[in-house]
């Protein structure tokens, strides 16, 4: 018995110096993403109350403006192909990284309603925007545009969601993810290849840009990243805004939702309540698309923006 306990006591320490290993192997290497660094990125950024915001923005700046406002992982470069469409129609179009994304600052948080708010207000104010604005939220920017429309309903004009975020099961990884040291060790062990597994997806189909996952792998080159999506996991509603999304109803903003029936990550079957809880919201169903329209079929979700 003594031998069998030994081993166990080996094998359990030579487990916890391997997750170890490969804890601090995921952050060797890892850059900082300073001034120099952006030096070196080029682009366009923004100092607001939060952070640095990192952005584009394209078309007449006199035109109606409209915000694309990016989702959980993947940075503001998931609008590369929609972008084109809308300011080829005249529209001043504007992205940018949400904080811990992309090339934007990556402040320790937490990563509540709170923070997305302030940083969409913090970019409006910054760059004088003239509102109402048209916002477009993709996944769990679906979401934020929600919620900043309902404490801000006098700045839009319309909203325009795509697979978003809020009426959606709480899965088990967010579970993991509460707790401490262990959802630290998986974030920084399996964040970056969990979020770009979608990436490589449609790449592999031919359906999404060659050069999609590279833009990814750099951005998460950089600190901070991972620990921004455990952070966003632990502390932003996304799976319950039922709430916030009422207060849009009631307020009359126009609303519509462009949608894959197909989506496994926000199920499509989530429409219908939201749709009780919005009346006046206009769906725009893609037959069999998936959670990753606003990529793999980017021309006709952009020609669906444009309706």
């Known amino acids: 018995m003594k031998k069998v306990i030994t081993g166990l006591l080996y094998t359990g320490l030579f487990l916890v110096a391997l997750a170890l290993a490969a804890y601090f ?3 060797n290497g890892l850059k900082e993403l300073d001034q120099k660094a952006r030096d070196n990125l080029g682009g366009l950024y923004l100092q607001t109350k939060q952070g640095m915001l990192s952005y584009t923005r394209e078309g007449p700046i006199n035109a109606p403006a409209i915000i694309l406002v990016h989702g959980f992982s993947t ?8 972008t084109p469409s809308l300011v080829g129609k005249g529209y001043q179009v504007i992205t ?3 904080l811990g994304r992309g ?7 937490p990563y509540n309603a709170e923070l997305y708010k302030s940083e969409l207000a913090g970019l409006i104010a910054k760059l004088e925007l003239k509102t109402p604005l048209t916002l477009v939220g993709y996944s769990m920017g679906g979401a934020n545009v929600v919620d900043y429309a309902a404490s801000y309903p006098e700045q839009i004009q319309q909203l325009i969601l795509i697979a ?12 993991l ?3 401490p040291i262990i959802g630290e060790w998986l974030a920084t062990v399996f964040g970056n290849q969990y979020a770009g597994t979608a990436i490589q997806s449609e790449i592999e189909e031919g359906l999404a840009p060659k050069d999609m996952y590279e833009k990814f792998q750099k951005q998460a080159s950089f600190k901070g990243y991972t620990e921004a999506l455990l952070s966003t996991l632990r502390h932003y509603p996304m799976h319950d805004l039922a709430h916030r999304y009422k207060i849009v109803g009631k307020a009359g903003i126009p609303v519509s939702a462009i949608w894959g029936t197909a989506d496994e990550v926000v199920p499509y079957s989530g429409a219908a309540e939201m749709a009780a809880d919005v009346p006046q919201l206009k769906i725009e169903a893609i037959e069999d698309g998936n959670h990753n329209i606003a990529y793999a079929q980017a021309q006709l979700v952009a020609n ?4």
């Not at 940075?75 to 929609?82: A, M, N, T």
């Not at 090339?103 to 948080?109: K, L």
């Not at 669906?304 to 309706?307: A, E, G, P, R």
Request: aromatic share 12%; net charge negative; glycine share 4%.
């Open 96 to 98: 940018f990284d949400h």
């Open 75 to 82: 940075p503001k470069f998931v609008w590369d192909q929609i």
């Open 177 to 179: 993810a509460a707790k």
């Open 304 to 307: 669906k923006i444009l309706v």
């Open 164 to 175: 978003p975020a809020g009426y959606m099961d709480d899965p088990d990884s967010s579970a």
């Open 25 to 27: 192997i995921a952050l």
């Open 103 to 109: 090339f934007s600052d990556r402040p320790a948080g």
